[in-house]
């Protein structure tokens, strides 16, 4: 009796164990993924937000809106991921509005109209700012 004890106790602690490796590695995949999101979006090097504005002032609007394309891709990828950190129904509520956003501005540019293009951009703006002071460090 007392070695059927122990065994269900050592497999309650491997499952228990395996449950918060498996959690760990889901977040470390979410967070890669927002990263990932983050980086074709907005670095400064290689992300697509920063160029908008320029091609736009440029009269580039092939330019412009090829990268808003991609801007409104990451936009609608992004709810789909789990935030590491923060309130889920925060996370789900911003992500469906950045994704909202990032296709506004993808609808300005095919459109052409710089104006809509740069409401949308500080608009966008403003999302990121109120996502990262509940998500990020």
């Not at 959690?23 to 995949?29: E, G, L, P």
Request: with cysteine.
């Amino acid at each position: 009796m007392v070695r059927k004890t122990l065994r269900i106790a050592a497999l309650a602690v491997i499952t228990a164990g395996i449950v918060v490796i498996a959690s760990s590695a889901s977040k470390a995949a979410a967070a890669a993924g927002i990263e990932e999101i983050m980086k074709k979006s907005f670095n400064k090097k290689v992300g697509v937000f920063p160029k908008i504005g320029p091609a736009v002032k440029e009269g580039k609007w092939e330019d412009a809106q090829k990268y808003a394309k991609t801007l409104a891709e990451g936009g609608a990828a992004l709810p789909a991921t789990t935030c590491p950190q923060g309130d889920a129904k925060s996370w789900e509520k911003l992500t469906k509005k950045f994704a909202v956003e990032t296709k506004a501005v993808a609808d300005a540019t095919a459109q052409k109209d710089a104006t809509a293009v740069e409401a949308a951009l500080k608009a966008l703006n403003a999302s990121c700012k109120a996502c990262h002071d509940a998500h990020r460090n």
